[in-house]
């Protein structure tokens, strides 16, 4: 797990830097705000402590809201799936599944890390716009956006994930 630090602050620094130049200057719709800066602490290790999680997800969160001018929003979205993860990883994964050190789409297959991102995605989101808005009006039109901004989210991070990940071990299933 210690050889793991300089690939995640590496990834960290790609993430946010890719997130704030170009994925937050893109503008589909005002129904698609894609986001790919929660996959640092969705590819963090599987035997990283709850807390650890957590704590990341509030620090990656402050750094994101910092550059992007928003007030915690992504620090208490972050926040959330660092403490959904494992619990996620737990509801997802059959029982007896060995899996490697950290998630990779290569290991688990690609069904697998497609439900795990959009329900994630989907959590994150959905806090993430709510607080935003800061009201439950225009319920349809949130859960539109929400749904369009995961399914788009989604497909970048994977186009991220076979950009960058280890083809170790080949699993489309």
Do not use: C
């Not at 915690?72 to 050190?101: S, V």
């Not at 329900?119 to 009006?137: C, K, S």
Request: aromatic share 20%.
């Amino acid at each position: 797990m210690l050889n793991q630090i300089p690939l995640n602050i590496f990834r960290l620094a790609l993430l946010l830097l890719a997130q704030i130049l170009i994925f937050s200057n893109l503008n589909f719709s005002s129904f698609v705000n894609p986001y790919i800066f929660p996959l640092f602490i969705l590819l963090l290790p599987f035997e990283t402590p709850r807390w650890v999680l957590m704590l990341f997800g509030m620090f990656s969160g402050l750094l994101l809201d910092y550059f992007l001018g928003s007030t915690g929003m992504h620090a208490a979205a972050g926040l959330l799936i660092g403490y959904m993860r494992p619990f996620l990883i737990n509801i997802i994964t059959p029982k007896g599944t060995e899996f490697e050190i950290s998630p990779n789409v290569y290991a688990q297959g690609i069904t697998w890390f497609i439900v795990y991102l959009g329900i994630t995605m989907f959590i994150y989101l959905t806090l993430y716009f709510f607080v935003e808005a800061a009201t439950f009006l225009n319920f349809f039109f949130m859960l539109l956006k929400i749904f369009l901004s995961t399914v788009v989210s989604v497909i970048f991070m994977l186009i991220f994930l076979f950009l960058f990940s280890s083809k170790k071990k080949r699993r489309f299933v």
